[in-house]
Nanobody
């Protein structure tokens, strides 16, 4: 079983920064790629950023390109999301996800709230 635990959310003013962390655990943890998604109230869950575990290839939603950076620490089994120049529209619950085979996001964390005030 794989567990994902997010941390680092909070309240920040527009223009500020936050860094989210996602800690992976479990004897069977082995991932092809990991990602961050977010869900604002009464909206669908949207893709934010992803990283391929083997070679650090990264992918971003257009809405966060140039502001957010995803990275990973293989030894510690951690994934980070550095969020800069935050906007009120970035307010959402942020979820970490793992795709073990490259086909689907099978494992999800419980989410961490990010609130950006104007």
């Amino acid at each position: 079983q794989v567990q994902l635990v997010e941390s680092g959310g909070g309240l920040v003013q527009a223009g500020g920064s936050l860094r989210l962390s996602c800690a992976a655990s479990g004897r069977t943890f082995n991932t092809y790629r990991m990602a961050w998604f977010r869900q604002a109230p009464e909206k669908e869950r949207d893709f934010v950023a992803a990283i391929r575990w083997s070679d650090h290839m990264t992918y971003y939603a257009d809405s966060v390109k140039g502001r957010f950076t995803i990275s990973r620490d293989i030894l510690k089994k951690l994934v980070y999301l550095q969020m800069n120049s935050l906007k009120p529209e970035d307010t959402a619950v942020y979820y970490c996800a793992s795709d073990p085979t490259g086909t689907s996001w099978q494992y999800w964390g419980q989410g961490t709230q990010v609130t950006v005030s104007s």
